[in-house]
């Protein structure tokens, strides 16, 4: 068992940067993949970024190329997501995600375990 919480959301003006942060329980965190995803009012569940047990290999997904960077430290059990020049379409309830397989990192049934989220919200 894995229990995820995230924090570090919060208001930020467009443009603005933030980083959400991920901790993780349990003695095992390196071999989980870890992702983020996101979901806005009325839209569906959408995949941010993941990142290998290992933090060899990363995924970002294109709508946040270029702004979002994932990373982790194994050594703190904790996953960051670093978002630069933030826009209000950005604006979603973030959250964190854990994944044995290492398999279908970019849909959510590819991941075992959830955080509650933490709110990211970015005013024009």
Known sequence: QVQL?????????????????????????SG?????????????REFVAAIRGNGARTNVADSAKGRFTISRDNAKNTVYLQMNNLKPEDTAVYCCAASRTHTGLVVGSGYDYWGQ????TVSS
Request: a positive charge; aromatic letters at 10%.
């Open 32 to 44: 989980y993949a870890m992702g983020w995803f996101r979901q806005a009012p009325g839209k569906e």
């Open 5 to 29: 919480v995230e924090s570090g959301g919060g208001l930020v003006q467009a443009g603005g940067s933030l980083r959400l942060s991920c901790a993780a329980s349990g003695r095992t965190f």
């Open 117 to 120: 989220g933490t709110q990211v």
